[in-house]
């Protein structure tokens, strides 16, 4: 079955960075778009980033954009979100997420299938 597999969180200061990664398996990787949610503390799970089955098209939400990038591995089937000058309010589980369709999509009901999510933290 598919799995993703998220790792690259954790506890960083205002202004820092972190990459996170997102392993899948089980999948046809390079047929399908990928996704980065987050959720934070009482709040819904919101759009972060997604890409293209061929890394042609990105879409990020405004809060986030030029401070993450989104890209893809296909050899190692790994989708990557580096993030930058991160803030407070960035802080969040992030999930990856997998949609059958190469097309690009903003709306986490989009998304078959979902990772376990990695905590980030950024401390002010």
């Known amino acids: 079955q598919v799995q993703l597999v998220e790792s690259g969180g954790g506890l960083v200061q205002a202004g820092g960075s972190l990459r996170l990664s997102c392993a899948a398996s089980?999948?046809?990787?390079?047929?399908?778009?990928m996704g980065w949610f987050r959720q934070a503390p009482g709040k819904e799970r919101e759009f972060v980033a997604t890409?293209?089955?061929?890394?042609?098209?990105?879409y990020y939400v405004e809060s986030v954009k030029g401070r993450f990038t989104i890209s893809r591995d296909l050899a190692k089937n790994t989708v990557y979100l580096q993030t930058n000058s991160l803030k407070p309010e960035d802080t969040a589980v992030y999930y990856c997420?997998?949609?059958?369709?190469?097309?690009?999509?903003?709306?986490?009901?989009?998304?078959?299938?979902w990772g376990q999510g990695t905590q980030v933290t950024v401390s002010s």
């Open positions: 997420a997998g949609r059958v369709s190469p097309i690009a999509r903003v709306t986490k009901d989009d998304y078959a299938y």
């Open positions: 089980g999948c046809t990787f390079s047929s399908y778009a």
């Open positions: 890409i293209s089955a061929s890394g042609g098209t990105t």
